[in-house]
Nanobody, 118 residues
Framework: QVQLVESGGGKVQPGGSLRLSCAASGITIADYTIGWYRQSPGKMRKLVAGMTRAGSANYDDSVKGRFTISRDNANNVVYLQMNSLKPEDTAVYSC????????????WGLGTQVTVAA
């Protein structure tokens, strides 16, 4: 059974930092494209950071220079380091693992709440 479990969310003041973790079981994350998504009330879920199997990272413009995605293959964990947080970063953050070969697979975690407020 595949599980992706996020942790590390919470409430932080503007300008603060958080590090989210996504622990995977049942799959080997190095074999998947990994993404961190976020969704706030009334808005569509949006990709904020992604990493290919080869380790290439990409970011939404709204988080470039502030967020960093990384992967610990030995421990099967994906991280999202979030610095200089802004109130508009408030959302539920979820991790996703997907691939199309050898079969199409798409897995989601349940998410972790991040609240940025004074």
């Amino acid at each position: 059974q595949v599980q992706l479990v996020e942790s590390g969310g919470g409430k932080v003041q503007p300008g603060g930092s958080l590090r989210l973790s996504c622990a995977a079981s049942g799959i080997t994350i190095a074999d998947y494209t990994i993404g961190w998504y976020r969704q706030s009330p009334g808005k569509m879920r949006k990709l904020v950071a992604g990493m290919t199997r080869a380790g290439s990272a990409n970011y939404d413009d709204s988080v470039k220079g502030r967020f960093t995605i990384s992967r610990d293959n030995a421990n099967n964990v994906v991280y999202l380091q979030m610095n200089s947080l802004k109130p508009e970063d408030t959302a539920v953050y979820s991790c996703n693992a997907a691939r199309q070969t050898p079969v199409i697979e798409n897995f989601w975690g349940l998410g972790t709440q991040v609240t940025v407020a004074a």
